[in-house]
């Protein structure tokens, strides 16, 4: 059975960092493009970053130059560094395959705030 295992977030003051992980029980995880999504109280999900295979990035603006995506298919697992942290990064964070959606995992919380 596939399971997304997202861990890392946390409550952070404005300007802070936090790095998440997602760990994917998936054999063919080393096959697909990964990414981060997320999603604030009240508002739609929303792609944050995408990895490939190779691992070029993709970024949604609003976290250009302060958030990297970064994977190792060794360990089946795909990170989100954040740095700069904003009240606005807040959000639940989710990773998936976009061209292979999985079952959502339970995601982890991170919170911006002073």
């Known amino acids: 059975q596939v399971q997304l295992v997202e861990s890392g977030g946390g409550l952070v003051q404005p300007g802070g960092s936090l790095r998440l992980s997602c760990a994917v029980s998936w054999g063919s995880f080393s096959f697909y493009t990964m990414a981060w999504y997320r999603q604030a109280p009240g508002k739609q999900r929303e792609l944050v970053a995408d990895i490939t295979t190779s691992g070029s990035a993709n970024y949604r603006d609003s976290v250009k130059g302060r958030f990297t995506i970064s994977r190792d298919n060794a360990k089946n697992t795909v990170y989100l560094q954040m740095n700069s942290l904003k009240p606005e990064d807040t959000a639940v964070y989710y990773c998936?395959?976009?061209?292979?959606?999985?079952?959502w995992g339970q995601g982890t919380q991170v919170t911006v705030s002073s």
């Open positions: 998936n395959a976009p061209n292979y959606p999985l079952s």
